[in-house]
């Protein structure tokens, strides 16, 4: 098939009929913005041997690839409108593989209520998946990184560190790990949970919030570096799971690739003390685990309180692509 019958039979049901799609026929889509409401914008690239390993299964590839999207509105608790897909694909891979692929973002349109408006289909060398993708919020509520004051407290979601240590055992790290912790931290690294419903929440009740995407402690620097801040971090409030906490127990050198490594895709914020009865109804009601690990402070720095109370600057923050 050429690529706009791949386009017809492959990508034109992923716009689930949304109007403003106009049937991936048109040179571009056609949206509204309800009154009273912005536009939220980003996007991400997925690239073959950086983002994702070229043994993966195409179905997680693209799910992962929307994920990490739907992870930014999280973060800014804005609701998805729709997104865009620009797609190199490889001449290796075959018919069925498109189907795959398309079959993933199928799967997570009709979890996350989101369809496909645009984009673009080409050959190359290897597979890379750029995805940008709209939301709404309410006019001048959106949480910015710039957000942070000094006295901040410092909440995090979920747990850190799974996925990044998810993608330790794939490349062949071994460990007393059970099937089902294996298991759990695979899942993790491969299919990300966006966390659309506490961004929103948490919207009027924050300050700063970004999604941990290259690394928790990389991340916070993202913050602090756009607020003029700097952070005090207790090591022993960081959530783990209990695969995570098993294999740091083997091996504290993990502590590093736990809190650096990356694809956690939970939210990082910052709130004014007098938020805490606030936030912890909302962790409360959407069963949504919410720790409380640090301050924001006066200084530049980002200082790691260890258990013993003694404090270091952590040299390296994050994963970097360059």
């Given at each position: 098939m050429n690529e706009f019958e791949r386009i017809e039979k492959f990508f034109k049901p992923l716009t689930r009929g949304h109007r403003g799609a106009?049937?991936?026929?048109?040179?571009?889509?056609?949206?509204?913005v309800p009154e009273g409401c912005e536009m939220v914008v980003s996007a991400d690239m997925s690239v073959e041997g950086v983002h994702f390993r070229k043994e993966d299964e195409l179905e997680n590839i693209a799910c992962k690839a929307l994920r990490v999207n739907l992870s930014d509105m999280a973060a800014k608790g804005a609701k998805p409108l729709g997104y865009f897909l620009s797609l190199c694909w490889p001449g290796r891979l075959r018919e069925s593989d498109m189907k795959a692929f398309a079959g993933g973002l199928a799967h997570d349109g009709?979890?996350?209520?989101?369809?496909?408006?645009?984009?673009?289909?080409?050959?190359?060398?290897?597979?890379?998946?750029a995805v940008t993708i709209l939301g709404i919020i309410a006019k001048d509520s959106m949480p910015l990184r710039s957000n942070a004051e000094a006295g901040d407290d410092i909440y995090v979601s979920g747990t850190i560190g799974d996925g990044a240590l998810g993608l330790l055992l794939l490349e062949g790290r071994q460990s007393a790990l059970s099937t089902q912790e294996r298991r759990y931290l695979h899942q993790r690294y491969f299919l990300p949970t966006p966390r659309l419903e506490l961004g929103r929440a948490l919207v009027g009740n924050i300050g700063a919030s970004?999604?941990?995407s290259d690394g928790l402690?990389?991340?916070?620097?993202?913050?602090?570096?756009?607020?003029?801040?700097?952070?005090?971090?207790?090591?022993?409030?960081?959530?783990?799971?209990?695969?995570a906490g098993t294999m740091l127990a083997e091996d504290d050198s993990l502590l590093e690739r736990i809190l650096t490594g990356g694809d956690?895709?939970?939210?990082?914020?910052?709130?004014?003390?007098?938020?805490?009865?606030?936030?912890?109804?909302?962790?409360?009601?959407?069963?949504?685990?919410?720790?409380?690990?640090?301050?924001?402070?006066?200084?530049?720095?980002?200082?790691?309180?260890?258990?013993?109370?003694?404090?270091?600057?952590p040299a390296t923050k994050s994963f970097r692509h360059f």
């Open positions: 106009l049937g991936l026929r048109d040179d571009a889509a056609l949206l509204d009709d979890a996350f209520d989101i369809s496909l408006l645009g984009g673009d289909l080409t050959a190359g060398e290897q597979l890379t998946i970004i999604d941990v402690l990389g991340d916070l620097e993202h913050i602090c570096k756009a607020s003029g801040v700097g952070a005090r971090i207790f090591e022993a409030r960081i959530p783990l799971s209990r695969a956690d895709y939970e939210i990082l914020f910052c709130a004014a003390p007098a938020q805490r009865a606030a936030i912890d109804k909302i962790g409360s009601e959407l069963r949504t685990p919410l720790a409380r690990i640090g301050e924001i402070a006066k200084n530049s720095d980002i200082a790691l309180i260890r258990p013993d109370g003694n404090e270091t600057i």
